[in-house]
């Protein structure tokens, strides 16, 4: 490849790889794992995340990188156009109108899923999710139902490292509850999230997949506790597994790698 001759070029080429290392990565890598990926210096990688970071592009924990917020809410823009969106796009409209709850799609990015449609109730309570968020695997309806989705060797590898964080009382915070629930939730077809992650929201999820069988996207219905209907099933389930079914052909069609 020729050098280029734009002012800046060069820098931002190191910039886009580091970055690029740390969206490939299998886990969030540390600056040294990224020095190795990159081929850069430490101390240039370490210039380079900084940078990222501060402008929320990455995200660091515990030594570790991950994407960060402003670039996830970036690409859920460019998902916003996408043929996922635009496929369901039907679906999603019936699915809250039937059940006359907050919908969302949501696909898997690192350890989160993201928000990349939302359908309001039109009850005079909303909720205070937004296109663009993440949310995280272990605890939300969206997250669990993509993980008990996935074939055991990559549900492991995403496992090995995921951070538990107990953010309710309800809230699976630990390996062996976590597999368990995952367990129930492919026996039954649908996740629940019984507010684990917020107080007095009760969320139901399932997976969507594509042609080859492997999970894309999830969609969720979220209810506040109180107005909660009797019966779940026939009231948000039931919707959400046939919005499933009708996904299946929808997504089969969609270019490949494109959900």
């Not at 540390?30 to 240039?44: D, M």
């Not at 809250?96 to 898997?108: F, I, K, Y």
């Given at each position: 490849?020729?050098?280029?001759?734009?002012?800046?070029?060069?820098?931002?080429?190191?910039?886009?790889?580091?970055?690029?290392?740390?969206?490939?990565?299998?886990?969030?890598?540390?600056?040294a794992?990224?020095?190795?990926?990159?081929?850069?210096?430490?101390?240039?990688?370490?210039?380079?995340?900084?940078?990222?970071?501060?402008?929320?592009m990455?995200?660091?924990?515990?030594?570790?990188?991950?994407?960060?917020?402003?670039?996830?809410?970036?690409a859920?823009?460019?998902?916003?156009?996408?043929?996922?969106?635009?496929?369901l796009?039907?679906?999603?409209q019936?699915?809250?109108?039937?059940?006359?709850?907050?919908?969302?799609?949501?696909?898997?990015?690192?350890?989160?899923?993201?928000?990349?449609?939302?359908?309001?109730?039109?009850?005079?309570?909303?909720?205070?999710?937004?296109?663009?968020?993440?949310?995280?695997?272990?605890?939300?309806?969206?997250?669990?139902?993509?993980?008990?989705?996935?074939?055991?060797?990559?549900?492991?590898?995403?496992?090995?490292?995921?951070?538990?964080?107990?953010?309710?009382?309800?809230?699976?915070?630990?390996?062996?509850?976590?597999?368990?629930?995952?367990?129930?939730?492919?026996?039954?077809?649908?996740?629940?999230?019984?507010?684990?992650?917020?107080?007095?929201?009760v969320?139901?999820?399932?997976?969507?997949?594509?042609?080859?069988?492997?999970?894309?996207?999830?969609?969720s219905?979220?209810?506040?506790?109180?107005?909660?209907?009797?019966?779940?099933?026939?009231?948000?389930?039931?919707p959400l597994?046939?919005?499933?079914?009708?996904?299946?052909?929808?997504?089969?069609?969609?270019?490949?790698?494109?959900?």
């Amino acid at each position: 490849m020729s050098e280029s001759k734009v002012a800046g070029a060069a820098a931002f080429a190191k910039f886009m790889t580091v970055l690029q290392a740390v969206a490939d990565a299998p886990q969030p890598p540390t600056a040294a794992a990224l020095a190795r990926s990159s081929g850069y210096p430490r101390p240039t990688v370490y210039r380079i995340v900084a940078a990222l970071a501060e402008q929320g592009m990455v995200a660091e924990t515990d030594g570790a990188y991950r994407l960060g917020p402003r670039l996830l809410a970036l690409a859920s823009r460019a998902w916003s156009q996408f043929d996922l969106r635009a496929a369901l796009a039907a679906d999603l409209q019936a699915l809250r109108d039937a059940t006359g709850e907050t919908v969302h799609l949501a696909v898997p990015a690192g350890a989160e899923m993201i928000y990349i449609d939302k359908l309001e109730s039109p009850g005079p309570v909303r909720m205070a999710s937004r296109v663009g968020a993440a949310v995280a695997l272990h605890s939300s309806a969206v997250g669990k139902a993509y993980l008990a989705a996935l074939g055991e060797p990559a549900r492991e590898r995403l496992l090995r490292d995921l951070p538990l964080e107990s953010r309710m009382p309800g809230t699976v915070a630990s390996l062996p509850a976590l597999r368990a629930a995952l367990a129930e939730t492919a026996a039954r077809g649908y996740a629940l999230d019984n507010e684990e992650n917020e107080p007095g929201i009760v969320c139901y999820g399932v997976a969507l997949r594509d042609a080859a069988g492997q999970p894309v996207a999830c969609v969720s219905v979220s209810t506040l506790m109180f107005r909660r209907r009797d019966d779940p099933q026939s009231a948000y389930i039931e919707p959400l597994l046939r919005l499933r079914d009708a996904a299946a052909a929808k997504l089969a069609v969609l270019p490949s790698g494109g959900a």
